[in-house]
């Protein structure tokens, strides 16, 4: 064999070996990440709708194991003020899917010091989710590229539907929600745009 076929070889063989450590790093990544259970609850703050109202507070919790999740937001005393068709005191409860994750170094070390915003920010990661409360239903995906995390939602109602997008920005000791949507009632081409900012 001559020297450059020896040399086409040993680049196959380092490239495919390159290859085969990338897909089982991933497999083994996924694996292990299916084995991890984990549950987060924190506060929640919904701003007011008109300047002479109080902010609604509340707490959120995201748990679950591996790429399945689930979670709830419960605000409470929001159903005496809100229309039984749009808050219960059952809250707001959902459901995910998380199809593609990239755990970090950074996703590591923020996990180990117990620091659950920078691990989550830290994470490159993408997903859709469910979710139902009172009398509506509603559905979305969202994606971490490491530089942004965004996504997208739906919500269907018995009166109303609202769709937009939304950011999540870590800030300060809290992480903001910035959403971006319309609302519209059914029947009618009464177009609302929103933009509110919730910080969890």
Known sequence: ???????????????????????????????????????????????????????????????????????????????????PLDYTADGLNGTGKINEIDITY????????????????????????????AAWTGYGNFTNTGQNFLGNFKINGPISNWEGKFNLIPENNQIALKSDYIWYPHNTLNIKEVKKTYYM
Do not use: W
């Open 106 to 133: 950074n996703t590591i070390i923020s996990l180990l010091s117990g620091n659950f915003k920078n691990a989550l920010f830290n994470t490159k990661v993408d997903g859709n989710f469910t979710m139902t409360c």
């Open 1 to 83: 064999m001559t020297r450059k076929g020896k040399a086409y070889i040993f680049i196959i063989a380092f490239i495919s070996g390159f290859l085969i450590l990338g897909i089982a790093s991933n497999s083994l990544e996924n694996f292990l990440f299916n084995q991890i259970p984990y549950s987060y609850t924190s506060y929640l703050s919904i701003p007011p709708n008109h300047p002479h109202e109080a902010p609604i507070g509340g707490y959120y919790k995201i748990y679950g194991k591996g790429h399945d999740f689930n979670f709830c937001i419960v605000l409470p005393g929001a159903e005496d003020q809100e229309s």
